[in-house]
T-cell receptor, first 114, second 113 residues
Framework: RKEVEQDPGPFNVPEGATVAFNCTYSNSASQSFFWYRQDCRKEPKLLMSVYSSGNEDGRFTAQLNRASQYISLLIRDSKLSDSATYLC???????????????FGTGTRLKVLA | NAGVMQNPRHLVRRRGQEARLRCSPMKGHSHVYWYRQLPEEGLKFMVYLQKENIIDESGMPKERFSAEFPKEGPSILRIQQVVRGDSAAYFCASLGQSGSPLHFGNGTRLTVT
């Protein structure tokens, strides 16, 4: 089983739609979670951190489910500019070596259609 | 407040030459990660360094690849005797403290001809 798994997509959705991505992780001791966005041939950029109680930033909502070991990203009112690959990142567990381990999912591709 | 700086942005090398990629972390960050991304693939961890120390190089090929992060100056990823399969985007990220998000540079695109 991969340490971090994402559905690669692509998800093709019309403008204005709501779309949700999930990401599962295997290490129950993982501490920190993030969503990044990567545009074609560019560097990954932090979209949002994911907090235990869930958090929202404008049209974006992130949630963490520790019991089932997954995080989710919800995008409301999709814009053309949301088209990108969304990367799930999990920061490893409490051991000395795990603390600094950041594991990336392979990403979910989103295409918002006019 | 400069972000993570990588140079060069683009690097072309012929087979057998050496490639040197540089990364200066964000001010105040002492942790550097290197990732490789092949076309149409995800980010693959290569190496994690702190100042003057390699902490985890489990993702680095055993031969031809090396990395350093000296006390002064940028982190360097060095690829000797490059081959066509080394063509990829190489991203550097820096970290302030454990559990915080990584901050990426805009990458070096290596093309081996």
């Amino acid at each position: 089983r991969k340490e971090v798994e994402q559905d690669p997509g692509p998800f093709n959705v019309p403008e204005g739609a709501t779309v949700a991505f999930n990401c599962t992780y295997s290490n129950s001791a993982s501490q920190s979670f993030f969503w990044y966005r990567q545009d074609c041939r560019k560097e990954p950029k932090l979209l949002m951190s994911v907090y235990s109680s869930g958090n929202e930033d404008g049209r974006f909502t992130a949630q963490l489910n520790r019991a089932s070991q997954y995080i989710s990203l919800l995008i409301r009112d999709s814009k053309l500019s949301d088209s990108a690959t969304y990367l799930c990142v999990v920061n490893g567990g409490p051991s000395d070596s795990g603390t600094y381990k950041y594991i990336f999912g392979t990403g979910t591709r989103l295409k918002v259609l006019a | 407040n400069a972000g993570v700086m990588q140079n060069p942005r683009h690097l072309v090398r012929r087979r057998g030459q050496e490639a040197r990629l540089r990364c200066s972390p964000m001010k105040g960050h002492s942790h550097v990660y290197w990732y490789r991304q092949l076309p149409e693939e995800g980010l693959k961890f290569m190496v994690y360094l702190q100042k003057e120390n390699i902490i985890d190089e489990s993702g680095m090929p055993k031969e031809r690849f090396s990395a350093e992060f000296p006390k002064e100056g940028p982190s360097i990823l060095r690829i000797q005797q490059v081959v066509r399969g080394d063509s990829a985007a190489y991203f550097c990220a820096s970290l302030g403290q454990s559990g915080s998000p990584l901050h990426f540079g805009n990458g070096t695109r290596l093309t081996v001809t």
